[in-house]
């Protein structure tokens, strides 16, 4: 779907393709370096990444939490085909190429009463020998560019945990209404418009 007519290009709408991006290194905010190649892309359920994303997901966000990709299923019904699927992608792992981090969008079905669209971001995990290198911010720069530059969506939003606030809001995002329990766990709803988006287009 095309972006909707008035609103203002967003300024991750440029080079919004896709297909993979690779890049050689990845600098981490505390100095440190990724060596070999990491690959941004959005797979399928098909894809042989799935299953790696979702052993991912489980080890890193709701093991921890006593919790299974089933009993997500069971809270959010019908929505693991409908979601969209970013993956960072180590390729040079001795082990053939991993997946070391994930997020995934879900698209509206349908537009809001005020009539915009806003797309939800979720299951934002990195392998633990992997944070601290900005491969989360990678996969939102994708996740925006998708949103906004080819969907043409209003806006994202998230249901984040406290720990994971900072992050989002040195991404520009911001916290809208009061904390409310999800999955047993304090959460707060962030946004971002997509106007005001300030990560570049991806490359």
Known sequence: MGKQPGKPPSRCATKAGTGSR???VAAGPGGGYISGVIRIQRISTDDPLYQQEKA???RVLLGPLGLTLEDLAREFPGVEDRFEHF???KEDHPAGPTVVACALLLTPDDAADD???YG???QVATDEQMQRHGLARRLMVSIEARAFGELGLDGLFC???GPAIPFYERLGWSTV???FTEVGIEHRRMELQGETSTLPPPH
């Open 22 to 24: 690779k890049h050689t």
């Open 177 to 179: 209404g009061d904390p």
């Open 56 to 58: 991912l997901r489980q």
């Open 120 to 122: 939800k971001v979720m």
């Open 115 to 117: 009539g915009t669209r």
């Open 87 to 89: 993956v960072a992608v």
């Open 159 to 161: 249901h984040a945990r």
